[in-house]
Each structure stands twice: as structure tokens, then as C-alpha cells.
């Protein structure tokens, strides 16, 4: 069963700035990280559980070719990002979201 993703306002953000940031690097390495983070996604929709516990019910995917994380969590059948976080970069910041609804 495939299930609905979907990203909160502030990991939207982080997908877009990261996106930016690639893309000025190198034209078209921008759409290379987003296709990548969709292909986390779309484990995560098909199988949630393929994905190790971090917190509480926080899975973490981590994103081929990129050092990035994908940190979601199941709520009613949909795979709810919290966060798309670079690996090396403040780890944990977004435990902060956990109580946003």
C-alpha cells in the first residue's frame, strides 16, 4: 500500500533550499537531489518501517548520493516529513518539530 507524503512548511523549506543550493553548484544537480529525496519517499510510502527508529516514532531515510536525511514519521496512514536535514549540520534540531501538529 502506497501512502500519501507529506512535507511540513519547514521541510518544504529545507527541500527547496537545499535544491537551490545544488543547483548553484552545478546546473541540474538540484533536480539529481530532489529526485533522490523522492526515491526515499517513495520507500517510506510503500514500506514506513523500512526505515530505522531515531526517536519516538521518527524514522530517518537517509537520501542516496547526498548527505541528507529524511526524517518523517506515520500519522494516519501518511508519511508526515518533519524535516529534511543535512547530515553534518546542527544533528537533532528538528526534535523541535515533534510537538507541531
Not at 496512514?77 to 507541531?100: C, D, F, I
Amino acid at each position: 500500500m502506497k501512502r500519501p507524503a507529506l512535507l511540513r512548511p519547514d521541510a518544504e523549506a529545507e527541500l527547496l533550499a537545499a535544491w537551490a543550493w545544488y543547483e548553484d553548484q552545478r546546473s541540474g544537480l538540484g533536480d539529481e537531489f530532489v529526485a533522490c529525496v523522492e526515491a526515499a519517499l517513495a520507500i517510506a510510502a510503500r514500506a514506513p518501517n523500512a526505515y530505522p527508529v531515531i526517536v519516538g516514532e521518527v524514522r530517518r531515510a537517509l537520501v542516496r548520493r547526498f548527505p541528507y536525511g529524511i526524517f518523517y514519521m506515520l500519522e494516519s496512514e501518511t508519511v508526515v516529513v518533519l524535516a529534511v536535514a543535512h547530515a553534518r549540520r546542527e544533528p537533532g534540531y528538528w526534535r523541535a518539530r515533534l510537538g507541531e501538529g
